[in-house]
T-cell receptor, first 111, second 115 residues
Framework: AQSVTQPDIHITVSEGASLELRCNYS??????LFWYVQSPGQGLQLLLK??????LVQGIKGFEAEFKRSQSSFNLRKPSVHWSDAAEYFC?????????FGTGTRLKVLA | KAGVTQTPRYLIKTRGQQVTLSCSPI?????VSWYQQTPGQGLQFLFE???????NKGNFPGRFSGRQFSNSRSEMNVSTLELGDSALYLC??????????????FGEGSRLTVL
């Protein structure tokens, strides 16, 4: 069965530091993969998506992610974190008429 | 273009009552899906509709039901509310009609509190 794992529940980084959020997926074929961000009390906003092709995907707000089939990973990165990036981040894959979400990683940014 | 609109945004109910939540998808989107978000369980899929047909359903009891209207608007209903139904209920719409859901556009959610 398809699944998505986000190993880190909480991550704290200093403003200006680089960021990497981990995501591992389980799927036989090439998956559709997504990263979403959720600010407190809000819905989910799409950061980026991978369907096929170039394995390095650029998204909004300066985020990027790299699809690595050999590691079954789709990690999210940002070179320099801003205080406004503090939020919860969800990795997801597309299943049959639904998404399968990871449990999320809550990002805290220190000033 | 207006986004996904969910109403009401907040509501408080007592155990045993029922609740109906509404979702208006982005214009032109015919697929609507619902998710329950709780701190303990994360985001759990409830059901998905396309052209008034339920195509997939998650592992929730029969107290959770939904429907979609001809204008693609969707409602979900929870009957005989339990304390554990307290959650943020998120609706999402998609332009993609195929089996592999494309990009989902989420509403801001309906926050349900059951007392």
């Amino acid at each position: 069965a398809q699944s998505v794992t986000q190993p880190d529940i909480h991550i704290t980084v200093s403003e200006g530091a680089s960021l990497e959020l981990r995501c591992n997926y389980s799927y036989g074929a090439t998956p559709y993969l997504f990263w979403y961000v959720q600010s407190p009390g809000q819905g989910l906003q799409l950061l980026l998506k991978y369907f096929s092709g170039d394995t390095l995907v650029q998204g909004i707000k300066g985020f990027e992610a790299e699809f690595k089939r050999s590691q079954s990973s789709f990690n999210l990165r940002k070179p320099s974190v801003h205080w406004s990036d503090a939020a919860e981040y969800f990795c997801a894959t597309s299943g049959t008429y639904k998404y399968i979400f990871g449990t999320g990683t809550r990002l805290k940014v220190l000033a | 273009k207006a986004g996904v609109t969910q109403t009401p945004r907040y509501l408080i109910k007592t155990r045993g009552q029922q609740v109906t939540l509404s979702c208006s998808p982005i214009s032109g989107h015919r697929s609507v899906s619902w998710y329950q978000q709780t701190p303990g369980q994360g985001l759990q899929f409830l059901f998905e509709y396309f052209s008034e047909t339920q195509r997939n359903k998650g592992n929730f009891p029969g107290r959770f039901s939904g429907r979609q209207f001809s204008n693609s608007r969707s409602e979900m209903n929870v009957s005989t509310l339990e304390l554990g139904d307290s959650a943020l209920y998120l609706c999402a719409s998609s332009l993609v009609a195929g089996r592999d859901t494309g990009e989902l556009f989420f509403g801001e959610g309906s926050r349900l509190t059951v007392l």
